[in-house]
C-alpha cells in the first residue's frame, strides 16, 4: 500500500523529465571511470567535448570519437534502465512520458553532437 503511494507521488511528467536529465549526468561519471581510465575528470572532458575534425593524426581521432560515442551510450543509457523500471515493472506512465521525452530530445542533441 504504501509503494503506490509512492509511485503516485512521483507519477508526474516534470519528475520524469528532470529525473532524465539527472540520469545522464550520472551516466557520464560512468562512462568516467570505464573509459576515462588514468586520465583526469577535465581532460576526459575535453577529449568529449573537442571537435574530432580539429584533430589531424587519424589513430587519435578515432580514439576521440570511440571515446564520445561510447560516454554518451553511458549517458542514454541510464535513461533506458529507468524506463524499463518506471514503465514496465512499477507502471507509472506519465513519469515514463517524461522520461522517453527529454531522452528522445538528448539523443537528438547527441547525435548532432556525434556527427
Known amino acids: 500500500m504504501k509503494n503506490k503511494k509512492l509511485y503516485h507521488k512521483i507519477n508526474h511528467v516534470k519528475i520524469?523529465?528532470?529525473t532524465g536529465l539527472v540520469l545522464p549526468i550520472l551516466g557520464f561519471f560512468i562512462g568516467f571511470l570505464a573509459k576515462g581510465g588514468d586520465l583526469s575528470l577535465s581532460t576526459f572532458w575535453q577529449?568529449?567535448?573537442q571537435n574530432h575534425e580539429l584533430v589531424t593524426n587519424s589513430g587519435l581521432k578515432g580514439i576521440y570519437q570511440?571515446?564520445?560515442?561510447?560516454?554518451?551510450?553511458?549517458?542514454l543509457l541510464a535513461?533506458?534502465?529507468?524506463?524499463y523500471?518506471?514503465?514496465f515493472l512499477y507502471k507509472i506512465d506519465r513519469f515514463s512520458r517524461?522520461?522517453?521525452?527529454?531522452?528522445?530530445i538528448?539523443?537528438?542533441?547527441s547525435f548532432l553532437f556525434i556527427y
Open 16 to 18: 520524469g523529465f528532470i
Open 47 to 49: 577529449i568529449f567535448t
Open 66 to 75: 570511440d571515446t564520445r560515442q561510447s560516454t554518451l551510450m553511458f549517458c
Open 79 to 83: 535513461n533506458m534502465l529507468a524506463f
Open 85 to 87: 523500471f518506471s514503465f
Open 98 to 104: 517524461g522520461l522517453v521525452s527529454i531522452t528522445l
Open 106 to 109: 538528448l539523443a537528438a542533441i
